[in-house]
């Protein structure tokens, strides 16, 4: 319900329960999950009552912005500090409740899509749906093809010890290249399907090349074109169909987590030791001769034990 009412995504939503941040009719929930009726609860965040859920007559609302530096990518600051945030920046007439999808760092630049969709944010953010989010990193120097080369093993083998700490089957694969040369700095496209905040950058700069910025251009089909820098519009019908039809589509690209995989990729399947066929049920392929039976055919001259039979003497 609090995903649906544009509070934030749903895993973020957990994690508010278990923080205590959430009341029903004053009193703090922190058990998931937890039931509460809409239309007669009384449900607060931080001591804010929540929006009306999208289901009972509002409207899901997808807004694009091009998020400038020393901005952060949150729908609310920490209690305390006023810094700006993205939802700051979005001056809807509505005034709706939205949340971002994705997370940027603070003195990353691009591309945000901040909605009140909590289903469709949660497909786009979640690894298990492999949907591409495509960033352009300037570097300072010259970056060679084999230094690409090691920068997207590099990558690939952080984001793997990261799965399984999470519990995901495997790491998604890395995708980089020069997109543009400049005299003194190189211009990377990395594509990724899963990472953490700020981790182009911090994988860059342990691999000795100084980052000058990351900007986020992409996200699935969704491009950021046409729009300057602190500037929002909202998304088109069009656009917000395509996201659908990639949340359906990537599956197959994504990660699985160990919940999603089958329970033969997971471990093999062998019969226990109670299971297990004893010697005498045991198949071997070919009947089993039984005693005073040759092994060898009707036609052999051996005997059962494996002996060559000897002539017999003619007695006179």
């Not at 495509?134 to 990558?155: C, E, F, I, N, P």
Request: glycine share 10%; proline share 8%.
């Amino acid at each position: 319900m609090l995903a649906d009412a544009g509070v934030a995504a749903r895993r973020a939503c957990e994690k508010l329960i278990e923080e205590g941040r959430v009341e029903v009719n004053g009193e703090v929930v922190q058990t998931i999950p937890a039931f509460v009726d809409p239309r007669k609860d009384r449900i607060t965040v931080d001591g804010k009552p929540i929006g009306r859920p999208i289901g009972e007559g509002g409207r899901r609302m997808y807004i694009l912005l091009n998020k400038p530096e020393r901005v952060l990518t949150t729908s609310a600051d920490e209690p305390g500090l006023e810094r700006t945030t993205v939802a700051d920046l979005v001056d809807h007439p509505s005034k709706p409740r939205l949340f971002p999808v994705g997370r940027l760092g603070w003195d990353e630049t691009g591309l945000v899509l901040l909605t009140n969709d909590g289903e469709l944010a949660n497909r786009l953010s979640h690894p298990r749906y492999g949907i591409p989010k495509t960033y352009l990193a300037v570097v300072k120097g010259d970056v060679a093809d084999q230094d690409l080369q090691r920068l997207g093993k590099q990558m690939f083998k952080l984001q793997r010890l990261a799965s399984r700490r999470e519990g995901r089957a495997r790491g998604a694969h890395v995708e980089m290249s020069v997109f543009k040369r400049e005299p003194g700095k190189t211009t990377l496209k990395v594509v990724m399907r899963e990472g953490k905040n700020r981790f182009v950058a911090d994988v860059l700069r342990s691999a000795g090349f100084p980052v000058r910025k990351v900007a986020a251009v992409a996200i699935g089909p969704l491009q950021l074109r046409g729009l300057t820098v602190g500037s929002w519009r909202e998304l088109g019908r069009d656009e917000v169909k395509a996201l659908r039809n990639a949340c359906r589509e990537s599956p197959a690209g994504g990660t699985a987590t160990r919940r999603d995989r089958p329970a033969h990729a997971t471990r093999r399947e062998q019969p226990t030791r109670r299971e297990q066929p004893t010697r005498r049920e045991r198949p071997t392929g070919r009947e089993q001769p039984s005693r005073g039976e040759f092994r060898r055919g009707p036609g052999s001259t051996r005997r059962p034990s494996g002996r060559p039979s000897r002539p017999r003497r003619q007695i006179p």
